[in-house]
T-cell receptor, first 113, second 114 residues
Framework: AAGVIQSPRHLIKEKRETATLKCYPI?????VYWYQQGPGQDPQFLIS???????DKGSIPDRFSAQQFSDYHSELNMSSLELGDSALYFC????????????FGNGTRLTVT | AQKVTQAQTEISVVEKEDVTLDCVYE???????LFWYKQPPSGELVFLIR??????QNEISGRYSWNFQKSTSSFNFTITASQVVDSAVYFC???????????FGTGTRLQVFP
């Protein structure tokens, strides 16, 4: 079965650079979530989108922005990167129609040097 | 406010032992969902189970079983006859009625030694 696809798997950036993470949800899933997991931490909710509109917002820094496109894929844009942004970034998707549980992608490991 | 507590930071067992991972949650909602996810060393988050607040039946799936008790706000996870491949961090999570957003516990690292 198709899963949530995230790209890239690994990303190395320098401080103050910009990064863009991509997420392709499971087909027919209309809701996308972004989570950030720091080293040794639990995943923290950043932001979610339903039908291309922001549906909820968590502890997402102002330097980050995200959107969901017409094909339901989502991108997380991160600017002015800081060392503390180094983390595993997960995207998850679900379907409001099928009341499905969240299924996570394999994550993007971002390292800021 | 909602909260998930996994008091066990790390558990070590020897293969074939049974092990129970504890999860205690807090929520004001009467309708909510509880989850368990597995995060192996490779890093992905693997969905294991979802249980809604109106279904207190225990569930068994192979070597895995879950015990949901609303009276104690607990949703514990037992692995029977543990195997080395069970070594991972296990997260318990909660979502409330009006959102699919997950609130995670801090995770329990399970190490199964041969």
């Amino acid at each position: 079965a198709a899963g949530v696809i995230q790209s890239p798997r690994h990303l190395i950036k320098e401080k103050r650079e910009t990064a863009t993470l991509k997420c392709y949800p499971i087909p027919r899933h209309d809701t996308v979530y972004w989570y950030q997991q720091g080293p040794g931490q639990d995943p923290q909710f950043l932001i979610s989108f339903y039908e291309k509109m922001q549906s909820d917002k968590g502890s997402i820094p102002d330097r980050f922005s995200a959107q969901q496109f017409s094909d339901y894929h989502s991108e997380l844009n991160m600017s002015s990167l800081e060392l503390g942004d180094s983390a595993l970034y997960f995207c998850a998707s679900s379907s409001s129609s099928y009341n499905s549980p969240l299924h996570f992608g394999n994550g993007t490991r971002l390292t800021v040097t | 406010a909602q909260k998930v507590t996994q008091a066990q930071t790390e558990i070590s067992v020897v293969e074939k032992e049974d092990v129970t991972l504890d999860c205690v949650y807090e929520t004001r909602d009467t309708t909510y969902y509880l989850f368990w996810y597995k995060q192996p060393p490779s890093g992905e988050l693997v969905f294991l189970i979802r249980r809604n607040s109106f279904d207190e039946q225990n569930e068994i799936s192979g070597r895995y079983s879950w015990n949901f008790q609303k009276s104690t706000s607990s949703f514990n996870f037992t692995i029977t006859a543990s195997q080395v491949v069970d070594s991972a961090v296990y997260f318990c999570a909660l979502s409330e009625e009006d959102t699919d957003k997950l609130i995670f516990g801090t995770g329990t690292r399970l190490q199964v030694f041969p």
